[in-house]
């Protein structure tokens, strides 16, 4: 009855391990794409920052112009006054004149004993007309300036038309450049998503079976036993056979991502806590980063690029179980595969 029972409770499947990994696996998904975003939204800005430099240096130059355009209309006006109060004055000018012609015209008819009279109205008439024509140049003068003004004025206002049509134009540059950029980058995020999904269903089709290879979020993680003999960077006979069908898989997936679209696989390499200091290896860092090169070397040899490959050595400093036990050790000494940009 009792083996009876035990069978029985050994038949009890435990979900609860596999909806946590899927949990975090939505997790890290959401991370990653947010993390994509952020960088995104930070480009953007650079870029957008850059217009704005542009921008400020137009309105500068256009509140130059209008600054310009004021003091011209000033001028302008204060022009016209000073024109307005010589014509008055010559006006007056040629109406004493002409009242001084009629005096000396009557004095001339009127008779003898006259000539000094006569003579003192020609003088002030001679100075009269000397004021007159002084005026009148000075007239001309003022009209030549007032059209020069006025003639800069007319290019002041084209050009703060030009200005503000360029402002214009490049607010509207800006708005389009970061549509097609967000358009761009989801574009990237989603292709790399899909092609990730692929990369990773791969693998389970190849991996299927092993307890000790496993999904974990975005991430496809060979534990260190798997691979490597305790306190050694050397693959093992067994690791060298997992890592041809990884190999294979990656070249599968090289074949199907489309060349404008920048990917590499990041092999990351982690021990456990318990320190090793050898000859080979002086600490963990050392082991971790010559077991990463390792694995980055035999995929070379299986027909990945190199250029597609970047091993990373991350020691003891990146644990996934803070534990002290032997199984949070062995969780710990892995080999991490992560497919981005």
């Known amino acids: 009855m009792a083996s009876s029972t ?46 704005d430099t542009a921008m400020s240096r137009l309105n500068a130059q256009i509140a130059e112009l209008t600054e310009l355009l004021q003091l011209e209309k000033v001028n302008s006006s204060d022009l016209e006054s000073t024109i307005a109060t010589l014509s008055a004055t010559l006006t007056s000018a040629t109406s004493e004149r002409d009242q001084m012609a009629a005096q000396l015209a009557g004095l001339g008819a009127g008779g003898d004993g006259k000539d000094a009279t006569i003579a003192q109205l020609e003088s002030d008439l ?31 206002e084209q050009a703060l038309q030009a200005s503000e049509a ?60 798997v691979l490597f003999d305790a306190g050694e960077a050397a693959i093992s006979p067994e690791g060298q056979t997992e890592l041809a069908k990884l190999g294979a898989a990656i070249k599968e997936l090289q074949a199907q991502i489309p060349a404008d679209v920048n990917w590499v696989l990041r092999i990351d390499g982690h021990t456990d806590k318990r320190p090793i200091n050898t000859p080979e290896f002086p600490s963990n860092w050392e082991l971790s980063a010559a077991r990463a090169i390792s694995v980055a070397k035999y995929l070379i040899t299986q027909g990945v690029p190199a250029n597609r490959l970047v091993p990373a050595g991350f020691g003891e400093f990146s644990p996934i179980d803070p534990g002290d036990s032997d199984e949070a050790y062995r969780r ?7 497919l981005t940009e």
């Open 332 to 338: 710990n000494r892995r080999i991490e595969f992560k």
């Open 166 to 225: 360029t402002d214009t134009e490049n607010r509207t540059q800006i708005a389009d450049l970061g549509r097609r950029l967000n358009l761009a980058l989801a574009q990237r995020v989603q292709d790399l998503s899909r092609y990730r999904s692929d990369f990773f269903g791969k693998l389970r089709q190849v991996l299927e079976g092993r307890a000790d290879v496993r999904v974990v979020g975005d991430r496809f993680v060979f534990q260190s036993e």
């Open 6 to 51: 035990r069978s029985r409770r050994s038949q009890v499947t435990n979900y609860w391990p596999g909806f946590v990994d899927a949990l975090s696996s939505l997790l890290l998904v959401i991370i990653f794409l947010l993390s994509l975003f952020m960088l995104s939204q930070f480009f953007l800005g650079q870029e957008i920052s850059g217009k």
């Open 126 to 156: 001679t100075a009269q007309q000397d004021l007159s024509r002084e005026a009148a140049a000075q007239v001309a003068l003022l009209n030549q300036q007032l059209a020069a003004l006025r003639t800069q004025l007319a290019a002041l």
